[in-house]
């Protein structure tokens, strides 16, 4: 299994987690790294560019290590 996967960003829940859709549709939350600085005014900052996220997936639970 890969270290890192990037995955579409569509949301972000109450608790902060960022929530991504997977290449199947299936979307899911993922905790934030605690380094990571990203909330939901960054989300809409600007609506005609996706964002995505890199997930270490060596971590359990899964965590968002960086947006781009």
């Known amino acids: 299994m890969a270290k890192e996967i990037k995955q579409l960003v569509v949301g972000i829940t109450r608790e902060g987690e960022i929530v991504v859709k997977s290449g199947r549709g299936k979307m899911y939350p993922v905790k934030k790294s605690a380094d990571l600085k990203f909330d939901c005014e960054d989300l809409f900052q ?11 997936t060596e971590n359990q639970p899964w965590e968002c290590i960086s947006i781009e």
């Open 46 to 56: 600007d609506l005609d560019k996706e964002l995505f996220a890199t997930i270490d």
